[in-house]
């Protein structure tokens, strides 16, 4: 789902904040937490340079607030996106965190549950963080004594913003079958080993996690990278044909270990509402017009074109 809203903006991020269990966003400016509370386990990246706080644009008060309830904060000089990740929704708009925005001007944010959207906004949240200062109880008293003059009017910018381009994360369709014994056996150490890593770049807790090993030369396994959507066929054992196909599977870790290259994914909290019969996908794959053909033994790229074609039927079907 996809919606615009203006008036209704902040009742929706008040709504979606609450129900969420982790919270991220980046936003320029953070003056008040009446309508978002950042507590543990969230991300706030913010503009918390001296400018912003001495002209009362971001507060180091809230800011205080928000450490101490446990969220982790960052500070990005220059940000000006105003852009949240609420666990499965993602909203992106004009609205600052603060009482202005909330009840004198008018803001537009697209809310969107849209899995591309939602991993989209999640991973350029990942490469802010990634460069940005953390705000700890150091940097958190130094702006705490700063005196603040309120100021209107733009200020003007002393350095140019880095560019920081969206990911192009692509679409696969993959083949599934049973392990056997001594890969079940190998599946459990790696998974242990490597789950926690994993877990760091899911886009919600709710998500299940998962792993599946492969070997040969498929460009699959060559060219598949954390961030790109799988779709699953997968049989049951001694079964000639897939049973099933699954959607909405987001790589989190791709590791090479024993020969074998496993790729940890991650599996939408409604991933089983969304799984088809083999021959449902079927007639789907002609409906999208898809020139390949479509094996039992699938692992092909999608074209980038086919991506919203398949998802608009599967949404359909």
Not at 33 to 55: C, P, Q, T, W, Y
Not at 169 to 177: D, E, G, I, Y
Not at 262 to 268: G, Q
Request: charged residues 30%; hydrophobic residues 40%; glycine residues 6%.
């Amino acid at each position: 789902m996809n919606k615009v809203l203006s008036s209704g903006l902040w009742a929706e991020i008040e709504r979606l904040a609450k129900r969420s269990k982790v919270r991220r966003a980046a936003v320029a400016y953070v003056s008040s937490d009446e309508h978002v509370e950042f507590g543990k386990g969230d991300i706030l990246i913010v503009d918390a340079s001296d400018r912003a706080i001495s002209s009362g644009e971001t507060s180091a008060i809230v800011l205080a607030r928000a450490l101490k309830r446990g969220a982790t904060i960052y500070s990005y000089p220059g940000l000006h996106a105003k852009m949240f990740v609420f666990d499965d929704w993602a909203v992106i708009g004009s609205a600052n965190v603060s009482q202005s925005s909330a009840h004198n001007l008018i803001e537009a944010g697209v809310v969107s549950n849209d899995s591309k959207i939602v991993a989209a906004t999640h991973d350029l949240l990942q490469k802010l963080q990634r460069q940005a200062q953390v705000v700890d109880r150091v940097f958190l008293q130094r702006i705490k004594e700063m005196p603040v003059h309120r100021t209107s009017g733009r200020a003007r910018r002393d350095r140019k913003p880095p560019s920081l381009k969206p990911s192009h994360n692509r679409s696969w369709l993959v083949s599934l079958w049973p392990v056997n014994d001594r890969e079940e056996a190998e599946y459990g150490q790696v998974f242990e080993v490597g789950k926690a890593r994993a877990r760091e770049k899911m886009l919600a807790p709710s998500h299940k996690l998962d792993m599946y090993a492969f070997t040969g030369d498929s460009a699959f396994r060559r060219k598949a990278r954390i961030g790109d959507w799988v779709i699953w066929s997968w049989r049951e054992e001694r079964q000639k044909n897939p049973t099933e196909v699954n959607r909405h599977t987001r790589i989190v870790r791709r590791q090479n270990k024993g020969g074998r290259t496993w790729f940890f994914v991650e599996y939408t909290a409604n991933y089983k509402m969304d799984t088809l019969s083999w021959q449902e996908f079927q007639k789907l794959w002609k409906r999208a017009g898809m020139s390949r053909k479509l094996g039992k033994w699938s692992n092909q790229l999608i074209p980038d074109a086919k991506v919203e074609v398949i998802s608009a039927l599967w949404n359909a079907s």
